[in-house]
């Protein structure tokens, strides 16, 4: 268990987790809260009143909910359910009028993940973030895209599907820090900047850069790609090994105020800049 189980809520006091030059100057950007979300108050493992799954969903009144179940305007797991009473469970696909509903508040976490821990929801894998992140929230949350296990840095966690949806969609800039086992050739650099074409795919990034003052092998890259393999799909392909991977921004959201291993809740303003992407 993480020394962010044994502190719970209480907001991180550390400073930045390494000092980056060049592409990894430091943030001044707006301090953020650690606000946490509302949870049911009760044991949910039985299921719940349909009509309050629906309520707690912020549609309508449990009274309103009935009149939608009875005329068949919703469905869980696929069927039309018109039966007052009916329990469901938090796993169930719910819908109202065609769309999915979620009646736990959207909830958002942001943990600078150290070494060896192993981005996955399964429990059979060792060490993994969802345990660093346990106090933080009763939320089924996921992580948005992926780090390696030996992989560090940012990696964000949500329940909100639309947020997830569109970031997969289109893609949510990340900013690495990367060490390799030799120096990056110019013209290798120059290669990555143009666009690289592995397995028949076009591998595009956004930014590539030598890290300031640093050794040529350090290198500033920021992608698009969700993926965990990707970095080093890279730079195999163009004949070197990756030692370090450091995930330093995420879009807006920094290390700042983040020491590795420790998670926070967003602020409603970091939250709101999502919706600007």
Not at 17 to 46: I, L, M, Y
Not at 49 to 65: D, M, P, Q
Not at 192 to 201: N, T
């Amino acid at each position: 268990m993480s020394k962010q189980g044994k502190q719970g809520r209480r907001k991180p006091t550390g400073k930045e987790d390494g000092k980056r030059k060049g592409p990894f100057r430091k943030n001044t950007g707006p301090k953020t809260g650690r606000t946490a979300s509302k949870q049911p108050s009760k044991n949910t493992s039985e299921g719940i009143r349909l009509n309050k799954y629906i309520a707690n969903s912020g549609i309508c009144s449990r009274r309103e909910a009935d009149t939608y179940i009875a005329t068949g305007l919703v469905t869980v797991n696929g069927k039309i359910i018109n039966e007052m009473g009916y329990k469901v469970k938090l796993e169930d696909d719910v819908r109202f009028d065609g769309r999915r509903i979620n009646p736990e508040p959207n909830t958002y976490v942001l943990l600078n993940k150290p070494k060896a821990v192993a981005t996955t929801t399964s429990e059979s894998k060792g060490l993994t973030v969802m345990d660093l992140i346990s106090n933080a929230t009763t939320a089924r949350v996921k992580p948005i895209g992926r780090l390696g296990r030996n992989a560090t840095g940012l990696l964000l966690f949500t329940n909100d599907d639309r947020l997830v949806n569109k970031l997969h969609k289109k893609g949510m800039e990340r900013l690495f820090h990367i060490e390799l086992d030799k120096n990056l050739k110019a013209d290798d650099l120059q290669k990555i900047k143009e666009g690289l074409k592995i397995g028949g795919k076009e591998v595009m990034v956004e930014e590539v850069s030598y890290v300031a003052n640093a050794p040529k092998k350090e290198v500033g890259l920021k992608i698009k790609h969700m993926g965990n393999s990707v970095i080093r799909d890279i730079f195999s392909h163009l004949g070197y090994d990756v030692l370090k991977v450091d995930c330093v921004t995420i879009a807006h959201l920094t290390k700042k105020d983040l020491p590795r291993g420790r998670w926070r809740m967003l602020s409603q303003s970091e939250i709101e800049l999502f919706s600007m992407l």
